[in-house]
């Protein structure tokens, strides 16, 4: 079984509308770390958000928020008022051990459009 | 902003050849990680270090072997390259509160 799943390969968003990037994902610990990058066109992984399992608040940066539903084991990518500049493929990304790398799922490819 | 770079940023080589890949980092941070990336599988771990000497298998680890002599560079061996790792390889460090940071990539091709 898939330990991250992302279900859109692909999404198209207008200009200055908020998007919602899903991502669910299967852990048998409970302790556990989410994550979420950003990789453009140039390639470079960009950290965008971290949530921890243990965290009672979405975790918020910027423009960017998770909406962590811990039950449903779902760590949705919240953009609000997206930029031509938000084009990119965005990664859901798991830490389950303390020393562990990232499990990753296979990516959304957004595109802003104006 | 933690310093890691990968060298090559670019290799061509040929089937049945050696290859090392480099990723160096310049904080001293113990855990180093080797990832490819693939279109439709996303970024797959290769093999992980946890301290000079000390590594460990990921989920896609045959045909790689790595080494960490130095804290500060861990490297990443295709003893003798194929057409199938053809890839973009990720470099990754864990920083502070289990952060990650990544390498700019090295990128691949196997003739």
């Known amino acids: 079984a898939q330990k991250i799943t992302q279900t859109q390969p692909g999404m198209f968003v207008q200009e200055k509308e908020a998007v919602t990037l899903d991502c669910t994902y299967d852990?048998?610990?409970?302790?556990?770390?989410l994550f979420w990058y950003k990789q453009p066109s140039s390639g470079e992984m960009i950290f965008l958000i971290y949530?921890?399992?243990?965290?009672?608040q979405n975790a918020t940066e910027g423009r960017y928020s998770l909406n962590f539903q811990k039950a449903r084991k779902s760590a949705n990518l919240v953009i609000s008022a997206s930029q031509l500049g938000d084009s990119a493929m965005y990664f859901c990304?798991?830490?389950?051990?303390?020393?562990?790398?990232?499990?990753f799922g296979k990516g959304t490819h957004l595109i802003i459009q104006p | 902003d933690a310093g890691i770079t990968q060298s090559p940023r670019h290799k061509v080589t040929e089937t049945g050849t050696p290859v090392t890949l480099r990723c160096h980092q310049t904080?001293?941070?113990?855990?180093m990680y080797w990832y490819r990336q693939d279109p439709g599988h996303g970024l797959r771990l290769i093999h992980y270090?946890?301290?000079?000497?000390?590594?460990d298998k990921g989920e896609v680890s045959d045909g790689y072997s790595v080494s960490r002599s130095k804290t500060e560079d861990f490297l990443l061996t295709l003893e003798s390259a194929t057409s199938s790792q053809t890839s973009v390889y990720f470099c990754?460090?864990?920083?502070?509160?289990?952060?990650?940071?990544f390498g700019s990539g090295t990128r691949l091709t196997v003739v």
């Open positions: 990304a798991m830490r389950e051990g303390h020393r562990d790398g990232l499990t």
């Open positions: 852990t048998s610990d409970q302790s556990y770390g």
């Open positions: 949530q921890g399992s243990y965290d009672e």
């Open positions: 904080e001293n941070h113990r855990y």
């Open positions: 270090s946890y301290g000079v000497k000390d590594t």
């Open positions: 990754a460090i864990m920083t502070a509160n289990y952060g990650y940071t």
